[in-house]
């Protein structure tokens, strides 16, 4: 096997890769929309599954939202 074609290889360059910003923002509505079926306790569960399907990492996810927040406080 190739290098090139490695499993290993393809995961590191997905993990690099830039998510883009609406992906990001609709992320974030998901996880939203998640934490209102499943309640706010459940907000980490939520979260991490936004993730998932977003092909985000969970921290990017979680710093997002908080600057979402900070974002509306400063208007």
């Known amino acids: 096997m ?8 393809e995961n590191y360059k ?3 890769s830039v998510p883009n910003l609406n992906s990001i ?3 974030i509505h998901y996880a939203f929309k ?3 079926k499943y309640g706010i306790n459940k907000l980490n569960k939520s979260i ?8 985000i990492e ?5 710093d997002n939202i908080d600057n ?3 974002r509306d406080n400063d208007e």
């Open 2 to 9: 190739s290098l090139r074609k490695s499993s290993f290889i």
């Open 14 to 16: 997905k993990k690099l």
């Open 25 to 27: 923002k609709e992320a």
């Open 34 to 36: 998640l934490t209102d």
């Open 48 to 55: 991490l599954e936004a993730s998932i399907k977003y092909n």
């Open 58 to 62: 969970e921290n990017i996810l979680r």
């Open 68 to 70: 979402f927040f900070e």
